[in-house]
């Protein structure tokens, strides 16, 4: 942009400021390589929140993980020297443990058979720890956490259909959820917890998006409507959405055995017209010539022809059928009612 004509030649490269700024850019070596230092920090965890704010999948039982991964690529990319990555890292885990972290993650990280079961994962005892802290916060029924506590045993130790060679090999390429409702059946009430706690969403995108629909039903002129109404009505709002993206997802695929998908009326369905619509983008005033005075469009089989006539300074149309020679004048229109 600096050294464009455009820039040189306006204004703003008069000015004192911008001639400062312009020399930053071009001259300054040192400005360069601290922004090659922020990416080098930052991309790591811009990572991380693109796998929270995806709403394509549940992110719990991967958050855990994607955090230790993205500090651990930070001080690889700063060549492990603990006095480079260490202010960077301790900013990281004051956000981190005091804000962000909760015993929810680190279940998540548990029943994600893909992370767990892994052998270059090292923090079982941590993610334990958060476990157990989510079934005593979760489940309220003491007997339940007793059971819960017993089938998680048999899955530590992938016992049962948790052992079965299928759903060995299936860990890492179904989705956390899947896999326990493939294989999680021999611990019905792990199953359940399971699915529930992988099921929750990590990032509150999902509700920042429905303040625009808030503001939209509670405007100044219905600042008195009752507060379970409001909610009913972005509660609706929101799960249309949901519902027309799905639709958008799916309307292209076709089930080549499904009944529904037969057009009973294929058959009758007539070959496309050759006359094509032209949009803006396809026609442009360097391509409109002017029009010839006199032109005659006959088609294959010569049935019909189409007369303009410019000759007496009117536009003249005349449709003559072959097969019973009706002529029809200027002054009726033989393409009403035509798409």
């Known amino acids: 942009m600096f050294t464009c004509d455009q820039w040189v030649e306006s204004r703003h490269a008069r ?115 958060g476990l157990l802290s989510t079934i005593t916060r979760l489940v309220s029924d003491l007997d339940e956490q007793d059971i819960l506590s017993s089938q998680i045993e048999s899955y530590k130790k992938s016992l049962g259909d948790f052992g079965m060679a299928m759903a060995i090999r299936q860990r890492e390429k179904l989705s956390p959820v899947a896999w326990w409702e493939q294989f999680g059946n021999d611990t019905p009430e792990l199953q359940k917890f399971a699915i529930r706690v992988l099921s929750q969403c990590c990032s509150a995108i999902g509700c920042e998006r429905a303040w625009s629909t808030f503001e939209f039903v509670h405007s100044k002129r219905r600042n008195r ?19 027309e993206r799905n639709i ?16 009973l009326m294929e058959d009758w369905i007539a070959e496309e017209s050759e006359f094509l619509l032209l949009t803006e983008e396809d026609v442009n005033w360097d391509s409109i ?25 009117e536009n003249d149309v005349v449709l003559i059928d072959a097969n019973t020679h009706v002529y029809y004048g200027p002054d009726v229109n033989p393409f009403e009612g035509w798409e």
């Open 15 to 129: 000015d004192v400021i911008r001639k400062e700024v312009a020399a930053i850019v071009l001259e300054d070596k040192e400005f360069w390589l601290q922004c090659q230092q922020i990416v080098k920090i930052s991309e790591p965890l811009v990572r991380v929140l693109r796998l929270v704010d995806g709403d394509e999948k549940p992110s719990m039982g991967y958050l855990y993980e994607a955090m230790d991964k993205a500090k651990e690529n930070i001080k690889a990319r700063l060549k492990n020297k603990i006095s480079v990555y260490i202010p960077f890292t301790s900013v990281i885990d004051a956000r981190w443990d005091k804000q962000l972290h909760s015993p929810l993650h680190a279940a998540g990280c548990y029943l994600n058979p893909g992370i767990f079961f892994r052998p270059s994962f090292k923090k079982q005892k941590d993610v334990t720890k």
């Open 225 to 243: 409507i009752e507060h379970k109404r409001l909610n009913d009505l972005v509660y609706v709002r929101y799960n249309l959405l949901l519902r």
């Open 248 to 263: 958008r997802r799916t309307k292209d695929y076709l089930d080549p055995i499904s009944l529904d998908n037969i057009d």
């Open 289 to 313: 010539e002017e029009p010839l005075a006199t032109m005659t469009l006959e088609d294959d089989n010569d049935d019909d022809v189409v007369v303009l006539d410019e000759e007496d300074g």
